[in-house]
């Protein structure tokens, strides 16, 4: 048998089906979007080939760099935020009381469709009968902030479920992780004189750091190409103030009939997500990994 | 552990191949029309529409009951049915044209969004139809002309929607109103209600179109029934006074406090809900809402007895107040590449024709071909509007269904900044014509 397993051809028989499935849902819509950044086409009608005048114009586009931007800034929020949830895990990973029961609870928002999500959120942030709102006025303000109307708030109100949503998610791995990490190196940490903080960031952290990388470049991706939630709840508005890469890509493509400009935005989407996903594993990468 | 990666690699296999099935089945589907169609003997003819049960329970039936009866009266040809709602509806029918593959029968909106589907030869022209079977004397005059490009007609019209001002009259009693004549009685009623702490006009501008429905009839009010037409089809300009004072009266609104706060971050449907939740007491909207005022038994009968509605007013004594807003909402198209075109236009005329009546009465949909009122048992606003309809001086198509695709987003972006005091009426129209220029 293992004479079959390291015969090349066998190998390649083993993974085609894997590598034809990637290939005709992922890899050729790529290159075929690439393709279609090409040409002047309203989805509907012939093509017409324009060279390289779409990516030109992406690249000179002031709307797409202020998409990108809040595309960037959701980002580093969601990287930001990894903090947080790495503590929670901590803390639940710890024997405490009822970590089953908190682990559960902050698992909830994944299991709620985005959808379901934005619909409770725009309740919340309703600017009159909000709950967020009544909240505020029953506290003395007397002009609560209009969330998702006021252009200078509206991507940070949106920002706010976002990572509401995912936290359950990040927590859950963290968790996994910590769990992992053999109950003998503590204890001898422990009978050494570390304390909780030092246990944390000396033993637990480090023999973590594979997963946090994991973790930060599945963040920066997820939000780079962020789109549900602020589709359905502002629709990149008003007037383009939470406006992200994904968002312009879909208006382009299918409110304005632009398919060719949509497909040159798609594409430099995925260039700048390729970009930034080398750039992190790069400035992540380490030497040695630390075994237990 | 190599047996599992056999047994996985197995699965992986297994799926390809239920893929491939299922791409096997639609074309066989295909096909099977096809043949139909060409032997005369049976067809299939695919209709798309946009009712689900859930969101248009009324019209979905109707739906279903004229199928059946055509279906009863026509053994031969079988109707296969899909709904989507409203978006996906949109987005299912530029991703099925991209492929050419839209259905036998569709629905599809008037003027702007009709443009690239002529363009693409993806509609067929419906002149023949109308003329041979005299369908065109059905409809009220200048629906199809919506539908029009060239001269020929590419849609059959279902709906007629005109917009008013919905007040609510308990709201407005409490405070010693009455419905306002003028805007500067607009203003007064606003001033009122304001003063009592009662929002004055629901608005979702989250969605655009309902703020720009405000402009539009600005600028019908101040301009005149062409000023926003020409400006549009570029005989005009958007810069014509007019237009930019229509944009000015806009922002005084906004900045009276007119509109429900958060007005900008609200979707239609939140705004809705406040208006008939009492919550605001005045609503602008097309008359396809008028079931909710009259018969929709989900709403409580107290609500639908207080639900009034104005003409837009008057503005500094200019305009007419028989120049309305609206236009045909949506209609049917025939596709230019159907294996089954005269079955498909059979049963599109068929479908228009039982539509009308039925419509009004049981749907409360006011429809595109004509409809006589005094033999149906009608609710009283119906026949209000119905009468409104037959004294009208003109009808604005909205702008954004005037415009192509990408003017009418930027458009709308604009109504939105506009709104939300971001710009000023200057910019409002300087950008509107950099918009078009570059059409």
């Known amino acids: 048998m293992n004479k079959v397993m390291s015969d090349k051809w066998f190998i390649t028989l083993y993974i085609l089906p894997a590598m034809l499935l990637l290939g005709i849902l992922i890899f050729i819509p790529l290159i075929l979007t690439g393709y279609y950044g090409l040409m002047r ?12 005048t779409n990516y030109i114009n992406v690249i000179q ?42 682990r559960k609870i902050y698992l909830i928002p994944m299991l709620l469709s985005s959808v379901a999500i934005a619909q409770l959120w725009i309740k919340i942030y309703n600017p009159s009968n909000g709950m967020l709102n009544e909240i505020l006025r029953g506290l003395g303000v007397q002009n609560p902030p209009l969330w998702l109307a006021d252009p200078n708030i509206v991507l940070y109100s949106i920002f706010v479920p976002i990572l509401w949503q995912y936290a359950g998610f990040y927590i859950l791995i963290y968790y996994a992780a910590l769990k992992g990490i053999p109950e003998s190196i503590v204890e001898a940490a422990k009978i050494d004189g570390a304390t909780p903080v030092q246990i944390a960031f000396k033993i637990k952290l480090p023999l973590i750091m594979g997963v946090v990388k994991v973790t930060v470049v599945l963040a920066i991706i997820g939000s780079l190409k962020y789109f549900d939630l602020i589709w359905v709840m502002t629709g990149g508005g008003p007037n383009g103030a939470s406006e992200v890469m994904a968002s312009y890509m879909y208006k382009l493509a299918f409110a304005n009939n632009n398919f060719g400009y949509g497909s040159a935005v798609a594409f430099m989407l995925l260039l700048i997500t390729l970009l930034v996903t080398l750039v992190v594993r790069k400035l992540t990468a380490d030497k040695e990994e630390i075994q237990y | 552990m190599v047996k599992m990666k056999a047994i996985s690699s197995f699965a992986a296999l297994a799926a390809l191949g239920l893929v491939a099935a299922g791409c ?64 996906q509806y949109k987005d299912q029918m530029t991703v099925l044209s991209s492929s050419n593959q839209l259905p036998d029968v569709g629905m599809t909106w008037a003027a702007g969004y009709l443009d690239p589907f002529v363009n693409g030869n993806q509609f067929a ?5 109308l003329e041979e079977e005299g369908l065109r004397d059905d409809f009220v005059a200048g629906t199809l002309e919506a539908y029009e490009k060239d001269g020929e007609t590419y849609g059959l019209p279902l709906e007629l929607n005109t917009v008013y001002v919905y007040y609510n009259q308990a709201i407005f009693d409490e405070h010693g109103l009455e419905a306002p004549e003028t805007y500067d009685e ?16 629901a608005l979702g501008n989250r969605d ?40 000015a009266k806009v922002q005084e609104l906004v900045q009276n406090d007119s509109f429900v706060s958060g007005f900008n971050g609200l979707a239609d449907e939140e705004a809705k809900s406040m208006f008939m939740n009492d ?28 639900v009034g509605y104005f003409k837009f007013p008057t503005v500094d004594g200019e305009g007419d107040k028989d ?47 004509v409809v006589d009122g005094e033999e149906l048992e009608l609710p009283d606003m119906y026949v209000e509007v119905l009468e409104d309809l037959n004294q009208a001086t003109n009808l604005t198509l909205y702008a954004d269904v005037q415009m192509s695709a990408s003017v009418a987003q930027t458009h709308l972006d604009l109504i939105q900044s506009l709104f939300g005091l971001e710009i000023t009426p200057e910019e409002f129209a300087e950008r509107h014509e950099e918009a078009l220029s570059q059409e």
């Open chain 1, 41 to 52: 086409w309203d989805g509907i009608g012939s093509m017409e080939f324009i060279g390289l």
């Open chain 1, 61 to 102: 586009d002031g709307v797409f760099w202020r998409s990108a931007g809040h595309s960037f800034l959701l980002a580093l929020f969601s990287t930001l935020s990894l903090i947080i949830y790495l503590a929670v895990a901590m803390i639940l990973a710890s024997k405490i009381k009822g970590s089953d029961f908190l």
């Open chain 2, 24 to 87: 096997g089945g639609s074309d066989d589907a295909n096909v099977e029309g096809s043949n139909g169609g060409d032997s005369g003997e049976s067809a299939t003819v695919e209709f798309m529409h946009l009712w689900p049960q859930g969101s248009s329970a009324e019209h979905h039936r109707i739906v279903n009951e004229i199928i059946e009866d055509f279906e009863a009266e026509n053994s031969n040809i079988t109707i296969d049915m899909q709904v989507l709602s409203n978006e």
């Open chain 2, 125 to 129: 022209p419906l002149n023949e139809l």
């Open chain 2, 186 to 201: 607009l203003e007064e009623v606003i001033n009122t209600l304001d003063e009592n702490n009662v929002e004055p006009i």
């Open chain 2, 208 to 247: 655009r179109w309902t703020g720009s429905m405000w402009y539009m009839y600005f600028a019908d009010r101040i301009g005149g029934e062409d000023a926003l037409n020409s400006a549009i089809d570029r005989s005009g300009s958007f810069e014509d006074p007019a237009l930019v004072e229509a944009a």
């Open chain 2, 279 to 306: 919550q605001a007491a005045m609503y602008m909207i097309a008359t396809w809402d008028l079931p909710n005022y009259t018969t929709n038994e989900d709403v409580p009968q107290e609500f639908r007895d207080n």
């Open chain 2, 323 to 369: 120049s309305f807003v609206g236009g045909p909402g949506v209609g049917l198209f025939v596709s230019e590449n159907s294996d089954v075109q005269d079955e498909a236009k059979q049963f599109a005329s068929y479908f228009v024709n039982e539509w009308g009546e039925r419509a009004v009465s049981e749907a409360g949909v006011i429809p595109a071909t």
